[in-house]
Nanobody
């Protein structure tokens, strides 16, 4: 099984920036698309951004123009560069991946990691 570990969260003032990382580890796997999600208290977990293996991004309207998703396939890592942060961006951020088990050719969605907390103060 592939494990995902999110990091880079913290406390930042409105207008500030933060860069999140999500590293995948394991053996005999390949990752297709990856995505970032976030969940605020009392809210559902929402999609923030996705990126294909080839690097094509898509963003939720709420973060478009402020966030940039990128990936390093050699490192099995996806990043989320967050700029012009707003208090409404406060949430726990999670990543997820579309994974292929190379030994069995089995496709599955990765389990959720523990997430990383992003808090934006006003």
């Amino acid at each position: 099984q592939v494990q995902l570990v999110e990091s880079g969260g913290g406390l930042v003032q409105a207008g500030g920036s933060l860069r999140l990382s999500c590293a995948a580890s394991g053996s005999a796997f390949s990752i297709n698309a990856m995505g970032w999600y976030r969940q605020a208290p009392g809210k559902q977990r929402d999609l923030v951004a996705t990126i294909t293996r080839g690097g094509t991004p898509n963003y939720a309207d709420s973060v478009k123009g402020r966030f940039t998703i990128s990936r390093d396939n050699a490192k099995n890592t996806v990043y989320l560069q967050m700029s012009s942060l707003k208090p409404e961006d406060t949430a726990v951020y999670f990543c997820n991946a579309d994974v292929i088990d190379l030994l069995g050719g089995i496709r599955y969605s990765s389990s959720w990691g523990q997430g990383t907390q992003v808090t934006v103060s006003s």
